[in-house]
T-cell receptor, first 115, second 114 residues
Framework: GNSVTQMEGPVTLSEEAFLTINCTYT??????LFWYVQYPGEGLQLLLK?????DKGSNKGFEATYRKETTSFHLEKGSVQVSDSAVYFC??????????????FGTGTSLTVIP | NAGVMQNPRHLVRRRGQEARLRCSPM?????VYWYRQLPEEGLKFMVY????????ESGMPKERFSAEFPKEGPSILRIQQVVRGDSAAYFC????????????FGDGTRLSIL
């Protein structure tokens, strides 16, 4: 079956620290992978995506590389800011559905960045 | 270029009443997904609909909950005879229905049961 496993939080970092949030997946087919961010009181926003092996998604200083050999899609940022405090969700989209596409989300990792 | 629109943003109901949550997908999107998020918890998938069809309702509680996405108009998530445990944020997302395309989320409806 399909599933996404995310590193448990909460994560607390000092400003300008390096961030890694681990995400691994299992999939029946060849999925597309996504990272979403949720700020307090808001819905999820797409942060970045990758649709095939070795693709690197990047946005706002965040990066994640689609690693088929390790079934991983870890999120990284070189220098976090207070404004990056949010909950981060890893997700995969299953291409094997005969109609449309089903999404599978991780449980979310809460990040707090302190000045 | 409106995104996914959910209304109301906040909904208060007394136990036993009905709650109706509406979702208008992004223009051109015909696939709609509903999720529930309890405080300090992740997203729980509820139901996946395409116009006039339910594709996957494996996350829907067996009783009191129903969803539709008619040919015309928004998708509706309906909760009958609400109980305190239904208090949560309910999010709707829409997509083009292709695996390499992301879901786009609304800002959610915060349902509070008195």
């Amino acid at each position: 079956g399909n599933s996404v496993t995310q590193m448990e939080g909460p994560v607390t970092l000092s400003e300008e620290a390096f961030l890694t949030i681990n995400c691994t997946y299992t999939a029946t087919g060849y999925p597309s992978l996504f990272w979403y961010v949720q700020y307090p009181g808001e819905g999820l926003q797409l942060l970045l995506k990758a649709t095939k092996a070795d693709d690197k998604g990047s946005n706002k200083g965040f990066e994640a590389t689609y690693r088929k050999e390790t079934t991983s899609f870890h999120l990284e940022k070189g220098s976090v800011q207070v404004s990056d405090s949010a909950v981060y969700f890893c997700a995969l989209s299953d291409p094997t559905q005969s109609t449309g596409n089903q999404f599978y989300f991780g449980t979310g990792t809460s990040l707090t960045v302190i000045p | 270029n409106a995104g996914v629109m959910q209304n109301p943003r906040h909904l208060v109901r007394r136990r036993g009443q009905e709650a109706r949550l509406r979702c208008s997908p992004m223009k051109g999107h015909s696939h709609v997904y509903w999720y529930r998020q309890l405080p300090e918890e992740g997203l729980k998938f509820m139901v996946y609909l395409q116009k006039e069809n339910i594709i996957d309702e494996s996350g829907m509680p067996k009783e009191r909950f129903s969803a539709e996405f008619p040919k015309e108009g928004p998708s509706i998530l309906r909760i009958q005879q609400v109980v305190r445990g239904d208090s949560a944020a309910y999010f709707c997302a829409s997509s083009l229905g292709r695996s390499n395309q992301p879901q786009h989320f609304g800002d959610g409806t915060r349902l509070s049961i008195l």
